[in-house]
């Protein structure tokens, strides 16, 4: 059973930074990718960036490139998402999910493991 679990949101000025994690339950598993997403109150669920595990690989929105990063922690299986130069149009609720396969894919349907989401709020 594959569990995510997001850390990290709050509230915060634009031109501020948040950094949130995602822990996961996959020590046993070698090849998979995590992703990011996020979802604004009535829009659809959109990538914002993702990792694969074994070759490190990162790969990002248009939108967040250049502000935001995405990293990983073997030993702690712990994913983390660093953003800066937060704009209000980045509020949402922030999602992590993973898929058992490495790939660059930025697409909902394509992870079948979701965490439960953590608010991310910037203000104006």
């Known amino acids: 059973q594959v569990q995510l679990v997001e850390s990290g949101g709050g509230l915060v000025a634009a031109g501020g930074s948040l950094s949130l994690s995602c822990a996961t339950s996959m020590r046993t598993i070698r090849r998979y990718t995590v992703g990011w997403f996020r979802q604004a109150p009535g829009k659809e669920r959109e990538f914002v960036a993702g990792i694969t595990w074994r070759g490190s690989t990162t790969y990002y929105a248009d939108s967040v490139k250049g502000r935001f990063t995405v990293s990983k922690d073997n030993a702690k299986t712990m994913v983390y998402l660093q953003m800066n130069n937060l704009r209000p149009e980045d509020t949402a609720v922030y999602y992590c999910?993973?898929?058992?396969?490495?790939?660059?894919?930025?697409?909902?349907?394509?992870?079948?493991?979701w965490g439960q989401g953590t608010q991310v709020t910037v203000s104006s």
């Open positions: 999910a993973a898929r058992l396969v490495e790939s660059t894919v930025n697409l909902p349907q394509d992870y079948s493991y």
